[in-house]
């Protein structure tokens, strides 16, 4: 079977296109250096947009995937550059090492802190380049985990740390493959699918390149979704749980278990997740400057915001600086009632027994909408529920949301509001043609109903 396609294209001139790009991205791109970047990055999703419309026969999706594969080893010996996240990984992880629990102490205290000198001429090599010296980590327990693992194999070599990272990454990259393909089996669906997520270039570039963590938190929330889907209800709690301690936010997709569950299966699988969710609680220290990170994180924190943005400005320009102060929590509500209204339509309207992606898909774009940031990599998870709802939308703004990194560029800076809210309103353009419209070329593509 042959996909139709508009781009008679030979597969290897593609791969090798392909490959070229996103090696150069990996290896050349800098984050104060927009042009640069940007050039790379287009350059990368034409090659991809080519690849998801190109003639592919099933039995070779596999090489597609092979090429993705390909590229990440390749990128195995590049640095971070694009982030400096690293350095807090390391920097958590270091402190574990010692027998030191990340949440207990800022960066800033710690250096402050003589009883701590011992360690001051390690720490201090990375120091001066974290970003948010002063506030406590707000990496989860797997991810802690992950980072100790690495800085004891790695001491306080960052480029080494950073090497050992990657193949953890793709380890994960692994199980999000075999889960993936398995879930598309499942429900009928064309194996082609598979390809928005797994050769994004916003996915390799950030997960793979940058090392954020949402290449585990997608790792077992698939392995979750497709333990539920062949009722293994206790391994399916179990990934959800692990999913959790990868990343917080995966916890959204929690109600739309219930659905497909029985009255005494919910409870076990609730049971397990709880579990699971004590683990993080008791690492954390409950004091307001153990939790302090995490309501920075949640409240305070601001780029790339759309809704949050808005209302701000809105708040400035009547001085309502009681409400200003609270558009984090407000909007966190907002999204929870959401949410919940929606479950609600799926369990009592639509009467759904099966996980149903769409909804899923829904919410995260209401978490990310409602959001006060929206870093590049936070769109990961909506490109891994791209492969089965919304693939035109997710893909499109995973082109569009690379432009915020004119932020770092010291000469380009002043045009990020601008750039914002361009981002926002073709988003939403997009999203109506996707759901008025459905792309025929897309459906052709991709042999969607």
Not at 88 to 101: A, E, P, S, V, Y
Request: some cysteine; aromatic content about 18%.
């Amino acid at each position: 079977m042959k996909l139709n396609s508009p781009f008679p294209i030979h597969p290897t001139q593609l791969s090798i296109f392909f490959v070229l790009f996103m090696s150069a991205l990996q290896y050349c791109g800098q984050r104060e250096a927009f042009w640069t970047t940007a050039l790379l990055y287009l350059l990368s999703c034409l090659s991809y947009l080519l690849i998801l419309f190109s003639n592919t026969e099933v039995e070779k999706i596999s090489r597609w995937i092979g090429i993705g594969f390909l590229i990440r080893i390749m990128g195995i010996f590049a640095f971070p550059y694009l982030s400096d996240d690293i350095y807090r990984f390391w920097w958590d992880g270091f402190l574990i090492t010692k027998g030191i629990n990340p949440f207990s102490y800022t960066p800033t205290e710690l250096m402050q802190m003589e009883q701590m000198s011992s360690l001051h001429k390690d720490l201090g090599l990375h120091y001066s380049k974290l970003n948010s010296p002063n506030y406590h980590s707000v990496y989860p327990p797997l991810a802690q985990f992950v980072f100790s693992f690495s800085a004891r194999l790695a001491g306080a070599n960052i480029y080494i740390f950073s090497i050992i990272l990657k193949l953890v990454i793709l380890l994960a990259d692994l199980i999000i493959v075999f889960s993936a393909k398995k879930i598309l089996s499942i429900l009928s669906k064309h194996p082609k699918m598979l390809l928005i997520y797994f050769l994004n270039p916003l996915v390799i570039m950030e997960l793979n390149g940058n090392l954020h963590f949402e290449s585990w938190m997608i790792a077992f929330m698939g392995l979750s979704i497709l333990y539920l889907q062949q009722q293994k209800t206790i391994l399916s709690a179990a990934t959800l749980g692990m999913s959790f301690l990868a990343k917080m936010i995966s916890l959204i997709t929690f109600p739309w278990y219930l659905l497909t569950l029985r009255k005494k299966k919910s409870m076990t699988f609730s049971a397990i997740l709880i579990t699971f969710i004590s683990l993080f609680l008791l690492m954390i220290p409950w004091s307001k400057e153990g939790i302090s990170g995490f309501q920075l994180y949640f409240q305070k924190f601001e780029f790339n915001s759309s809704i949050y943005k808005l209302l701000q400005l809105f708040a400035e320009e009547n001085k309502w600086w009681k409400f200003k102060e609270n558009i984090g929590f407000i909007l966190a509500i907002i999204s929870l009632m959401t949410i919940l209204t929606l479950w609600l339509y799926d369990l009592l309207v639509e009467r759904e027994t099966k996980y149903k992606f769409q909804s899923v898909w829904y919410i995260w774009m209401v978490y990310l909408l409602m959001g006060s940031t929206v870093h590049p990599w936070y769109l990961t998870p909506i490109l891994f529920l791209a492969v089965f709802s919304h693939p035109l939308t997710s893909i499109a703004w995973s082109f569009m949301i690379v432009g915020t990194y004119i932020h770092y560029d010291p000469d380009l800076k002043h045009l990020f509001s601008g750039f914002v809210v361009l981002e926002y309103f073709f988003l939403f353009v997009i999203f109506i043609i996707e759901i008025k419209y459905k792309p025929q070329i897309f459906k052709n593509a991709f042999s969607l109903k």
